[in-house]
């Protein structure tokens, strides 16, 4: 194991936590700033397990409260972390996937008897959050005439961000701004939630 010294950790980030600043609007917002040692390695992080991997940096960093419902922001670019490790008695190793986040508006409905107790489709209140899009691990089917492969997206998110199938995410901008359908939710892992979601219409 390679001596950490405190000259070495020269790299300023930010360490951030996903908070409710106003009603049904998600972001995230700087705790603290940190020094850290930061390398971008030529692995894959595989932050998600449903859609393929981003680049990976490790970081080295001092002791401190931080878990992996948090993130960092080095250098204008956002670190989604993968694992937290504890390098000696004064550091920690962490494994991060440098990611683009995008601004996601979900859309939700329910359920509601109407007059002549008959169902009726309501709109839930809207929630906006920061979210980060991958392509989805390509999926081969062999039909009886033909075969063809399908090929779509996964929404992660951080674990307070709750979707139903059926709810329509409108991103708001980048080059996958479009709403899109929530079609598979993946939410047993203790600190990020997938959303396998497909193209619905232009924004």
Wanted: proline share 4%; charged share 25%; net charge neutral.
């Amino acid at each position: 194991m390679a001596y950490i010294g405190a000259g070495r950790l020269d790299q300023p980030l930010e360490v951030l936590e996903l908070r409710e600043t106003s009603a049904g609007v998600w972001e995230w917002v700087a705790l603290r700033r940190a020094w850290a040692q930061v390398e971008q390695t030529d692995k894959t992080n595989l932050f998600s397990k449903v859609g393929v991997g981003a680049r990976d940096a490790a970081i080295v960093l001092r002791t401190q409260p931080l878990t992996l419902h948090n993130a960092l922001r080095w250098k204008g670019q956002h670190l989604f972390l993968t694992s937290i490790t504890r390098r000696d008695r004064n550091h920690l190793d962490v494994a991060a996937a440098l990611v683009e986040p995008v601004t996601c508006t979900a859309q939700g409905y329910t359920t509601k008897m109407g007059e002549g107790n008959r169902p009726q489709k309501v709109e839930t209140d809207p929630v906006t959050f920061p979210g980060v899009l991958t392509e989805k691990y390509v999926k081969y089917e062999k039909e009886d005439t033909f075969a063809k492969s399908r090929r779509g997206l996964v929404l992660v998110t951080s674990k307070p961000i709750r979707l139903r199938e059926g709810d329509l995410v409108t991103v708001q901008a980048g080059p996958a701004a479009a709403v899109y359908n929530v079609q598979a939710c993946h939410v047993l892992d203790e600190y990020k939630n997938e959303y396998e979601v497909e193209f619905s219409r232009d924004v």
